[in-house]
């Protein structure tokens, strides 16, 4: 009997509504992504996120290699794209600066111009704009972001005298949960200054309400002991990285990366299902 | 009174707070189908917050409203399909051209990538915005931003559509332009339109069914010829070549007259049937020529004073 009712409720569920929310949010995430890169703040973000990584890194090559081969290559390559991450990304003064610039305008900013209305007048939910938004903005932050790091890694590694092709396709693993890692904590910045957009009504009072945010989460989660800085943005590179380089020394007391990889998930998710209920209550007082 | 068939919209008892300032109240509506609906009212009357109680953008705090059969706020992404609207003082994102504008608001609509395109480009046509189809929006001036708002709401060739003040920020011009461009559509297509409006000339060129709006009620509904069958205005303007020997012989036979840039107003008028014989025989025995005869208001602009002036009326009629 219960098996009966639980396969007629499954049955009841349609896939359809699914299926348009996805093709929505996709519609809206690829609309940002084209709006982004024809906008002025995204070749001043190239600037911070592509030129200056990737100066940091060929200023590297006057320093001279005491020792190379594959090993030290490796540890070298991991060693450098760690420090570039912690300080391109997580850096409060710009890398910040400029996320909240692209992201916390995205609502507000629509509100602001009143051409979130269009979107209301549409067949289509609160939430998935937020998500459409939320993915554009990931999208675009990740062309900057991703591509700049995997440049970073390889060039180090055939600095360091790495052997072409054993040692690059052995590391490609790590490579890829690097860039999963990259991505999902951009994701979390977003989310928060989606968060705080869904929430003011003018771009400027939601992009210094982010900076703020970031800055309180983070000075905050150092303070904690630790085993238990959750909340501190940069204990999370500091923690994960060197355990995912598995031939760098874990971190004492680090949780799972995988732990903390979903955790950052929930933190994706929690602020973007906040930002859909906030718009939506805000547009039905 | 509509048939059950006929109705489009009916909202009844509907009622919507803002904290506790009541924006609607107990507000019931009925719009039949295929007609040009007027929604009529001062600032301030809850025209706006109705329309958007009706396409599901706003809840309601109690009442029903049941659009094509639909619950307005539960299923008002399937309204939404149906329904074409055009906000008041509608804003296009101005670094967007028109034509990835038009394809990116017909995506949303659940168009595929090519065929958004073509009736993007069929819509804009129509609106006769096609020449601006690479133009960046913020390019366009007020009147053209309107049309391009107006082909937003046609997308998909909505059952319903609603126009929040389509006139409001136009020009005269634009206005004309506007209203044309709706008066045509409705009778190309035989559509239910809504079209709100604080200003009576409009409405009464463009609609065919009216509701008057204030305090966020109805305080009136009905067919236009209906609605203004039975009332007159008894204040008269007058203006002919001899507007000075033609008040002195209305002052004699007992008219109210004064004379004011050439133009004669006679007020409170008892006989009107004397009173419309009387003037155009004097001017003619006299060799004035009569330039025009008319009340001061129209018919419907009388309806909309009656009731919205008039507020022992309006507590009777409620």
């Known amino acids: ?285 | 009174m509509t048939t059950e068939s006929e109705v489009v919209i009916r909202a009844t008892n509907v009622s919507k707070f803002i904290q506790t300032k009541p924006i609607v109240y107990r507000l019931n509506l009925e719009v039949p189908k295929g007609t040009l609906f007027g929604l009529l009212g001062p600032n301030g009357a809850g025209k706006s917050t109705t329309l958007k109680l009706i396409t599901g953008r706003l809840r309601l705090t109690s009442g029903k409203i049941n659009v094509l059969g639909m619950d307005s706020w539960k299923q008002r992404k399937d309204i939404a399909k149906k329904i074409g609207y055009l906000p008041q003082s509608p804003t296009q994102p101005p670094d967007k051209t028109v034509i990835r504008f038009m394809e990116l608001m017909c995506r949303l609509r659940g168009f595929s990538k090519s065929d958004a395109l073509n009736h993007s480009r069929e819509l804009l046509n129509e609106v006769g915005l096609g020449r601006y189809e690479n133009q960046n929006v913020g390019k366009l001036s007020g009147g053209e931003k309107q049309r391009l708002g107006f082909a937003n709401a046609l997308i998909g060739d909505p059952e319903i559509l609603i126009l929040d003040e389509p006139t409001a920020s136009l020009d005269p011009e634009g206005r004309i332009y506007v209203m044309n461009l709706i008066t045509q559509y409705a009778r190309n297509r035989q559509k239910t339109i809504i079209i709100s409006s604080h200003i009576l000339p409009e409405i009464q060129r463009m609609t065919n069914y009216i509701a008057i709006l204030a305090n966020g009620k109805v305080l009136t509904a009905g067919p236009v010829w209906k609605l203004t069958n039975e009332v007159y205005d008894s204040n008269y303007e007058i203006h002919c070549s001899e507007p000075e020997k033609l008040i002195t012989e209305l002052a004699n036979l007992g008219y109210d007259t004064e004379l004011e840039n050439s133009i004669i107003f006679v007020r409170n008028v008892s006989n009107l049937s004397e009173f419309w014989s009387t003037v155009p025989r004097l001017c003619s025995e006299n060799h004035w020529e009569l330039k025009f005869l008319k009340p001061v208001h129209d018919a419907l602009e009388r309806v909309f004073l009656n009731y919205v002036s008039n507020p022992l009326l309006v507590e009777e009629q409620l």
Do not use: C
């Not at chain 1, 996805?22 to 996120?49: G, P, Q, T």
């Not at chain 1, 549409?122 to 591509?147: A, H, R, W």
């Not at chain 1, 900076?211 to 994960?240: A, H, Q, T």
């Open chain 1, 1 to 285: 009997m219960t098996f009966t009712r639980a396969t007629s409720y499954f049955q009841n569920i349609s896939v359809r509504p699914i299926i348009t929310s996805l093709r929505n949010i996709h519609i809206i995430s690829l609309d940002v992504f084209f709006s982004n890169i024809r906008e002025k703040k995204f070749w001043l973000a190239i600037l911070y996120y592509v030129v200056v990584p990737l100066g940091s890194m060929l200023g590297g090559f006057f320093i001279p290699v005491i020792q190379n081969g594959t090993g030290i290559a490796l540890y070298q390559a991991q060693f450098s794209t760690t420090s570039m991450i912690t300080g391109t990304f997580l850096s409060f003064f710009l890398g910040q600066i400029l996320i909240a610039l692209l992201t916390a305008d995205q609502i507000a900013g629509d509100i602001e111009r009143g051409t979130f209305t269009l979107f209301r007048s549409k067949p289509i939910y609160e939430f998935e704009v937020v998500f459409g938004k939320y993915f554009g903005m990931l999208y675009t932050l990740s062309i900057l972001s991703v591509p700049v790091l995997i440049i970073n890694y390889y060039t180090q590694m055939f600095r360091f005298g790495a052997f072409w092709p054993d040692a690059f396709i052995h590391s490609l693993d790590e490579i890829i949960a690097v860039a999963v890692i990259l991505v999902v904590l951009l994701g979390a910045v977003i989310g928060l200054a989606l968060l705080t957009s869904s929430v003011f009504s003018k771009s400027l009072h939601s992009i210094i309400t982010t900076l703020l945010l970031l800055f309180l989460v983070d000075f905050f989660g150092n303070l904690l002991p630790s085993n238990s800085k959750y909340l501190s943005l940069s204990w999370y590179v500091d923690v994960i990285y060197p355990k995912i380089f598995y031939n760098l020394e874990p971190v004492k007391n680090s949780p799972d990366p995988l732990m903390l990889f979903f955790l950052l998930i929930g933190v994706n998710l929690l602020f973007l299902v906040v930002a859909s209920i906030i718009l939506r209550l805000r547009e039905n007082p």
